[in-house]
Structure formats: structure tokens, C-alpha cells
């Protein structure tokens, strides 16, 4: 658990926070760069400047950071538990200009450019032998957890594996070490077979309804030969995932009515890059039902959405 007190200091501020407005008032729009801490990257024109207007997208450290890049790791015990110091990065992909645009509607190379900057930051942050992990997630609608209407995307740099990751990490490898093959590469061969859970199929990535998916229409979009670390994707592959991802949220949104949804990113770690055992994906999840006690309690998850059904629907869908 990470408690992060810059986020928010009074119990007041964890009532009803409410999505910023738009245009104008929006610190993410092209003009507001001063307004922005001062930019990590940006796909830039040849005549514009740093920090200035003319940019497609930009990758800033978090205002608000749950972690620190200053400092050295001090794990230490207090009492039964162990505590550790936050160091780790904070950082927020703008991924256009255009407040009303989404990854759904931008032109294929601006998506793609969104993912080559994950890359690049990926492979930056590798450098700093204190971190282990990266994560890349979205949240996308005020429901899903987003503060700003303008489309962008997190990462956040850990010096620990996240345990959901942990946990997928010791169960693929369990797998292997029974069958020795990648239980997703088994996943993708059943279901590219003619299995009823493939959603879609191009430019090497597969979309697909998980066979035990703990929300409706939960997905995920793998690539569709075994590659562990999301930050080893050649451009030509980022842009083949560019157009399966975009093909798969106008899908959603047609099928759904725009919906909130989180993206997460779950890749090898760090320092594991080549394992056998762990196949990247990404896994989208549209926010449609809450998570109630049963859930918080068990660990068990209620889902009123065969996975057979959502693929269906978002298989079918042709507009
Ligand atoms: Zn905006
Ligand atoms: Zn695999
Ligand atoms: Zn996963």
C-alpha cells in the first residue's frame, strides 16, 4: 500500500471531488503550458519550443505524485510492519492537444505515438537501478477515477513489483513449470482456433474476453507471439497494437455508450525482461458495475456478463 499525503489532506477532500471543467479552464490544453510542470518529453513540431504550444503529446512529472524520484529506498521495521520510503516516479501522458479527442477517435500514428512515448519513458526509467517495475494505466472518465477531463495516461515508476502483478508473474510461472509453454501463448492458440472469447485480430495483437473476467466486457489485447516486456516492441509492432486498440475502444464505445473505462498495463519487470513464463497485455476493464462488500471481502468477483456474450457483441459490432 502506498499512503500518499500530497494527494490529499483533509478528510474533506475525499468527498465528491469533481472532474475539472473544460476548454478554457482545462491545465492540460494546448496555451496552458505554463500551468504544467515543465515536460519530461513531447512530440514536437520543428519550429515550436519546449514548454510552449505545438506539441502532439507530452509527458510531464504529476503535480501530484504518489512517488518521489529524490531519495534513497529505506526499508524499515516498525513494530509488526515494514515500511518503505516512496521512491518511484510519477508521470502523466497528455495524449493530444485536443480536449474532445480520445484514443478512440485519434488518427492511428498519433496513437501510436502515445505508445513510443510509454516505450520511451519505460526505457529511461529502466536506467535507474532503483526501480523494478513500471506501470502504465488510464483511467478514463470521472467514474473510472480520472480528475481531468483532457485524455492522458500515468505512469508509475516502483521500487517493488505491484502485487497484482506479483501474483500473475508466480501463477505464469507455476504454469510453465508444469507444461513449460506461456499459459497466454496457450490462451491465444485456443482461442484464435475458433474460440468463442476473440474479440478481434490485427497488425499482430489479438483482443479477447478473458475466460474467468471479473467485470462485463473485461479484455484484454496481447500480442499475438510471445514478447514479455512491453518496452522491447519495435515501432512497427506498437503501431500494428495502435490500430488493434483503437478498433477495440470505438467497439466498446459503440457496443457500451462511451464508457468510463481503466486501462493497465501489465508487463515483465524490470529487470526480468526475457522470461518464458509472462506474456505482456494490456487489460482494459469498462466501468459498469461497482465493486461492493461480497467483492472487498472475498476476493471473489461478480459478474453478471458471460465473457462469451461481451465477445459476441464486440465481435459483431461492424460500423
Ligand atoms: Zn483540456
Ligand atoms: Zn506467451
Ligand atoms: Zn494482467
Not at 11 to 27: K, L, N
Not at 171 to 196: F, H, N, P, S, T
Not at 255 to 266: I, R, S
Amino acid at each position: 500500500m502506498i499512503i500518499a499525503t500530497e494527494r490529499a489532506r483533509r478528510p474533506s477532500d475525499f468527498v465528491a471531488q469533481r472532474v475539472q471543467p473544460v476548454g478554457t479552464e482545462c491545465v492540460f490544453c494546448e496555451g496552458h503550458e505554463d500551468k504544467t510542470p515543465r515536460e519530461i518529453l513531447a512530440g514536437r513540431s520543428e519550429e515550436s519550443r519546449p514548454n510552449g504550444p505545438g506539441w502532439s503529446y507530452r509527458v510531464l512529472p504529476n503535480k501530484f505524485p504518489v512517488l518521489w524520484i529524490e531519495g534513497e529506498l529505506e526499508p524499515a521495521g516498525e513494530g509488526l510492519f515494514d515500511r518503505m520510503n516512496g521512491v518511484g516516479a510519477h508521470e502523466v501522458v497528455i495524449e493530444t492537444p485536443v480536449h474532445s479527442a480520445s484514443l478512440a477517435t485519434l488518427p492511428v500514428d498519433a496513437v501510436a505515438d502515445v505508445l513510443l512515448a510509454f516505450r520511451e519513458r519505460m526505457l529511461d526509467l529502466k536506467k535507474d537501478p532503483r526501480l523494478e517495475y513500471v506501470l502504465v494505466f488510464k483511467n478514463h472518465g470521472e467514474a473510472a477515477g480520472a480528475s481531468l477531463g483532457h485524455p492522458h495516461s500515468q505512469l508509475i515508476a516502483t521500487p517493488i513489483i505491484p502485487v497484482m502483478v506479483a501474483e500473475e508473474l508466480a501463477g505464469a510461472a507455476r504454469y510453465y513449470e508444469l507444461k513449460e509453454r506461456c499459459v497466454w501463448c496457450d490462451i491465444l492458440r485456443q482461442e484464435r482456433r475458433g474460440g468463442r472469447r476473440a474479440i478481434v485480430e490485427a497488425g499482430g495483437f489479438v483482443a479477447l474476453a478473458p475466460f474467468a473476467p471479473r467485470f462485463p466486457f473485461e479484455t484484454w489485447i496481447l500480442p499475438a507471439v510471445h514478447r514479455a516486456a512491453f518496452e522491447e516492441s519495435g515501432a512497427d509492432e506498437l503501431r500494428g497494437l495502435a490500430g488493434l486498440l483503437g478498433d477495440f475502444l470505438r467497439r466498446m464505445n459503440r457496443v457500451l455508450g462511451d464508457p468510463p473505462f481503466n486501462f493497465m498495463l501489465h508487463t515483465a519487470p524490470l529487470r526480468d525482461s526475457e522470461l518464458e513464463s509472462f506474456h505482456w497485455h494490456l487489460e482494459v476493464i469498462p466501468k459498469l458495475t461497482s465493486v461492493a462488500g461480497f467483492e472487498w471481502g472475498s476476493g471473489f468477483f461478480i459478474n453478471p456478463m458471460p465473457p462469451e456474450d461481451a465477445a459476441e457483441a464486440l465481435r459483431a459490432d461492424q460500423s
